[in-house]
Structures are given as structure tokens and as C-alpha cells.
């Protein structure tokens, strides 16, 4: 039995010792000073995204301080305050603050919706 259990475990301790030692380092982190993109052109990218996008007609506003992008505004749509959250991170913004608000007609609150099997 001993000989059998020392088969079994014998090729993944040899795997384990044969890993590369650069795999146990932490990965490397850029500074917060060297964003990918600076402030204005992170504010450029977004004016652009916003003038082509169905969420411009809504009239947010927005700022950008440090690679934070603030929105404010309103809409009566909900997926528009979605939309701009993820028009800021793909414009490369490293935080999003979204002080957008809800509007108009809704019929409740939102629930989640349940399938039944």
C-alpha cells in the first residue's frame, strides 16, 4: 500500500517542485500616478462616447478629478444610469461615482424575477 500511495503522489510533488519561483511574486503594481489615461483625456473620450450615444439626449453632466468620474443628472430610463457608468469605466476611468438619479413613472420597485422550475 505504501508503494502505491508514493506512486500516486510522486508526479505531483515533482509538478509542485518544477514550478517557477516567479510564479509565487506578487504581480507589480503601477503607481496611481501614472493612470493609463490623465484627466483630460479621459473628459475627451467621454464627451466623444456621450455625443454618439443615445444616453447624450438625457443632458448628464459629468466630472473628471484623478481618474474619478462623477455624473450627475436625471433620466427616467434606468439602464441609462448603467450605460454611463460603463461609458466612464471603458473610457478608462479608475473610480465612477454615479449620483445619477431615477425619475418619472415606475411601476413599484424593482424585484427580482423568479423562474419557476
Same mark, same amino acid.
Given at each position: 500500500?505504501?508503494? #502505491?500511495?508514493?506512486? $500516486? $503522489? ?7 517542485? %518544477? ?8 504581480? *507589480? ?6 493612470? /493609463? ?7 475627451? =473620450? ?6 454618439? %450615444?443615445? #444616453? ?17 443628472? =436625471? =433620466? ?7 450605460? /454611463? =457608468?460603463?461609458? /466612464? ?11 445619477? *438619479?431615477?425619475?418619472? *413613472?415606475? %411601476? ?10
Amino acid at each position: 500500500m505504501p508503494r #502505491i500511495l508514493a506512486f $500516486l $503522489l510522486l508526479p505531483a510533488l515533482a509538478g509542485m517542485l %518544477s514550478l517557477p519561483a516567479v510564479a509565487a511574486a506578487p504581480p *507589480k503594481v503601477a503607481p496611481a500616478a501614472n493612470h /493609463a489615461v490623465n484627466d483630460a483625456q479621459l473628459e475627451a =473620450t467621454i464627451h466623444t462616447k456621450l455625443a454618439k %450615444s443615445k #444616453i447624450g439626449k438625457d443632458g448628464f453632466r459629468f466630472h473628471v478629478q484623478h481618474g474619478v468620474v462623477t455624473w450627475e443628472g =436625471t =433620466t427616467s430610463v434606468l439602464q441609462h444610469k448603467g450605460a /454611463a =457608468t460603463r461609458m /466612464a469605466r471603458t473610457s478608462g476611468a479608475a473610480q465612477v461615482v454615479n449620483n445619477i *438619479k431615477i425619475t418619472g *413613472k415606475s %411601476s413599484g420597485p424593482l424585484r427580482k424575477a423568479y423562474v419557476q422550475p
